[in-house]
């Protein structure tokens, strides 16, 4: 394994000094952490960690845990799991050894590691702000990652995951990249601006003591605006440069250093020849970093001057082992041509106004069901489909560009699924009948005298796909499970891979879902719905995204009023002849490929039918409007609306959302995105804020995203003008929302209105991440330092789970 000099922790792209707390040094619950331990490594942890969906009881190594401080937080954060801290040299193994005392955390030298750790044996990695490192010391020569990489993945056993944070370099070539002409950096005795740094920067980058490496190529181009400079430069050294004009005291020491040499492309490629499998990849973007040193400071275009707004400022995957042979991506190949279609397109005709609309049908009526079961410690387990071959989640793009970055390899994890016709096998209270149906097709043994519960039914898109999936929960009893699910559904089979079941800890699912690791929402809310359902804590990591304005006057609707129209009956909706053009079925040959050799073989191929809009986007924005009244009550603002599919399964069209809009097919990022709500909202660019990250609206019938942002300030010429292109308009108390959790709805309004709750809009709360930390720090601090790194001090690999008890219960 590469070493390198490294002498400060990366977190997501911020170098942080080590500065290890004074010996002793033990702050009483209500005192301050140790310096090192800030907001911004506490949550570079939990995001790390988040990426990681693995049972309790794994064994996670740190590559370059430097002081040790963030390796320690993690383990303190996620005691069920078992931690390696590897450190560079010895000295640093050393010191880290005598600050940080866990007793699921050891420090090894990389010199030990290579001996301790044998091949096979770790369940994850976490390789954070180090590939760079070992590229600049290796003369810049990507072999070397490669082979550390290599060596890092014989650690994993079979199937484990990696997760790595680092930086990509930019597609494009040449870039255009404006600075404000304002002299306000202090460079030794004289003060220069941004643009200055810039010139210098050119000159200077890549040293290495050869002069014939150095620097790049800047142009300087005639200003746009008075007080302004422009430069023309490789896309790859703009965004160098971002990265790093902030961190003068350190200047010196990094401009050796190159942060960027993989493009995503060539990322994908080189891991994929060594056997990886791409799970998930993605930029990222911290918004406080980007607030910080980003915004205003300068400002990044094409050569044709369309801004691109900020660049990320690191980028994420998540890499499982899988060796030879194995399935390592699913993706659209090309069109299938002369085949029949099995999806039906029909045209629904509202009778109040005559308005057409488009349904798609494929004559499936499926029923999700999460086995669960509660540990001694009061923790929610659940058993999910891991691994799920969804070839559609990379269907070639059409009619819209990949907004966010993110990529999959198409394997995902879902609640399990049976066509609703196998539920009625079950008698009424016979538990022998429930016993053969969860062994026949769920692999599970129910707890004696147990039911299949209940669970919310959610339309995927009750505008234009003909299903309402119901949910079911079942009671369980802990169990070894065959590696191959027991049911698949057809559209599933035919590619090299099944997936397999698991039994997870529900909230390290919550937490993949909240970093876009899994892109489910509908999974998200069956888990958050079974939490209110048996009165469990869960642990929301959501921020508020905005600061919520008040207004007065708001018209105002009640919980009551909503439940009771759910109750009315209304058929305004139709058959009719032909269809509205609004939507399209397609047919491709989507290919299974493996790695073989150091090649890229085909190890299976499935045709694939699913539906696209005809006219529109493929994206779609789903926007909650939030306000606050005079008495600080938050408020959200929803459409009422009659839609074709809820009347088909209830007798009743109506449905509560809020306003949604195809994303028009020429915006190309999120920044586009956002001054396109705020033009559709009329309001100042700074009131429309993502609401967590994107997900497939139905994986298994439409590639399409929603992508999902909150607006505030919005006034009478806001929001409100824009519901009345989707139906009477008004406000609803937040956490009201919440209780429509088990009422038949809308699964993309209800994510958006979970995440605003969950984020502390809808109440007070002081439960963050932080805290938490703080908290755990305390009690662990409590401790006599001779029992601190004992098993019996913090157990691991029994069912308790935590230091503290700190959490948020689901109400």
């Not at 990681?52 to 040790?68: D, H, Y």
């Not at 050569?303 to 890499?319: A, R």
């Not at 009131?687 to 990250?693: D, L, N, P």
Request: aromatic share 10%; net charge neutral; with cysteine.
């Amino acid at each position: 394994m590469a070493q390198s000099s490294l002498k400060y922790s990366y977190i997501d792209g911020q170098r942080t000094a080590a500065l290890p707390p004074a010996d002793g040094a033990i702050p009483p619950s209500g005192q301050s952490l140790p310096p090192e331990f800030t907001s911004r490594l506490i949550r570079g942890a939990w995001f790390a960690m988040a990426h990681l969906v693995l049972p309790r009881g794994s064994t996670i190594a740190n590559i370059n845990s430097g002081s040790g401080a963030f390796i320690f937080a993690i383990a303190l954060l996620n005691p069920q799991h078992s931690y390696i801290g590897i450190c560079n040299t010895a000295r640093e193994m050393r010191s880290a050894q005598k600050k940080y005392i866990l007793p699921n955390l050891r420090f090894l030298s990389a010199n030990e590691a290579r001996v301790q750790i044998k091949p096979n044996s770790l369940d994850g990695i976490l390789n954070i702000f180090n590939l760079h490192e070992i590229y600049s010391q290796a003369r810049c020569n990507d072999k070397a990652v490669i082979a550390s990489l290599e060596e890092q993945f014989a650690w994993l056993k079979p199937e484990g995951v990696m997760f790595v944070q680092d930086y990509i370099q930019p597609e494009s070539s040449y870039v255009q990249m404006e600075f404000p002409e304002e002299k306000n950096i202090l460079r030794g005795e004289q003060l220069i601006s941004a643009a200055d740094l810039l010139v210098e920067y050119s000159q200077r980058a890549r040293p290495f003591d050869d002069p014939a490496y150095r620097g790049f190529y800047l142009e300087e181009l005639p200003a746009r605006f008075p007080r302004t400079r422009l430069f023309r430069l490789p896309a790859k050294w703009a965004y160098e440069f971002a990265l790093r004009k902030d961190d003068l005291a350190h200047w010196e020491d990094e401009l050796h250093k190159e942060y960027t040499f993989y493009t995503e492309r060539d990322f994908r490629r080189s891991m994929r020849s060594i056997g990886a499998r791409a799970l998930y990849t993605a930029p990222h973007w911290d918004e406080t970093e980007i607030k910080n040193r980003f915004d205003k400071k300068f400002r990044i275009m094409t050569e044709d001057g369309t801004c691109k707004g900020p660049p990320p400022t690191s980028f994420v995957s998540v890499l499982q082992k899988m060796g030879s042979k194995k399935s390592l991506v699913l993706q659209e190949r090309r069109p299938v041509r002369d085949k029949d279609a099995s999806m039906r397109i029909i045209a629904m005709r509202d009778d109040m106004n005559g308005t057409l609309m488009d349904v798609v049908c494929r004559g499936l009526e499926m029923t999700e069901i999460l086995p669960y079961r509660v540990t001694g410690s009061g923790r929610l387990h659940i058993y999910v489909h891991e691994g799920l071959p969804r070839g559609l989640a990379n269907a070639v793009p059409r009619s819209g560009h990949n907004l966010d970055g993110k990529k999959w390899s198409g394997h995902m994890l879902e609640a399990m699924s049976v066509p609703q016709e196998y539920i009625h096998e079950i008698g009424e209270k016979d538990y022998k009948s429930l016993l053969k149906f969860s062994q026949r097709y769920l692999g599970v043994r129910p707890e004696s005298l147990a039911e299949l519960e209940d669970g919310p039914g959610f339309y995927p898109a009750p505008d234009s796909i003909d299903e309402r999936i119901e949910t079911k929960y079942l009671r369980v009893q802990k169990s070894r499970l065959s590696s191959t699910p027991r049911f698949l559904p057809e559209e599933m089979k035919g590619f090299s891979t099944l997936g397999g079941i698991r039994e997870l800890d529900a909230q390290t699912i919550l937490n993949a879902i909240g970093v876009g690791l899994i892109p489910s929402s509908r999974l998200e809310l069956q888990i958050l719905a079974l939490y209110q359902k048996l009165e469990i804590d869960y642990e929301p990591w959501a921020d508020c995204p905005l600061s919520i304005g008040e207004e007065d006057g708001v018209e105002e609707t009640s919980l009551q009023k909503i439940i009771a129209r759910l109750a009315e009956t209304d058929e305004r909706y139709t058959e009719t002849r032909g269809t509205a053009g609004q939507l399209k079925t397609v047919q491709s040959m989507f290919v299974d490929e493996g790695q073989s050799g150091g090649g890229i073989e085909g190890l299976a191929c499935k045709d694939i039918e699913f539906v696209i809009p005809e006219q529109s986007g493929i994206n779609t924005a789903v926007v909650l409007p939030l306000t606050r009244k005079i008495n600080g009550e938050v408020m959200a603002g929803i459409v009422e609306q009659f839609l074709p599919v809820p009347q088909r399964y209830k007798g009743n069209g109506y449905i509560v959302s809020c306003p949604s809009f195809p994303i028009p097919k020429e915006i190309e990022n999120l920044e586009q995105i956002k001054r396109f709500i705020a033009d559709k909202f009329e309001v100042p660019f700074e009131c429309v804020a993502r609401m967590g990250e994107s997900y497939f609206c139905h994986v298994g019938v439409t590639p399409q995203r929603i992508y999902p942002f909150a607006v505030t300030t919005a006034g009478t010429k806001g929001w409100r003008k824009v519901g009345r292109t989707h139906g009477v308009t008004q406000y609803c108390p937040l956490y009201m929302l919440n209780k429509l959790l088990y009422l038949d709805n809308y699964h993309s309004f209800m994510k958006v209105a979970a995440l605003a709750y969950t984020s502390a809009l809808g109440r007070n709360t002081m439960h963050t991440m932080e805290q938490k930390f703080s908290t755990s720090y305390a009690a662990l601090k409590s401790q006599p330092l001779s029992v601190r790194g004992s098993v019996e001090s913090m157990p691991v690999t029994t069912e308790h789970d935590s230091y503290s008890s700190l959490s948020y219960k689901s109400a």
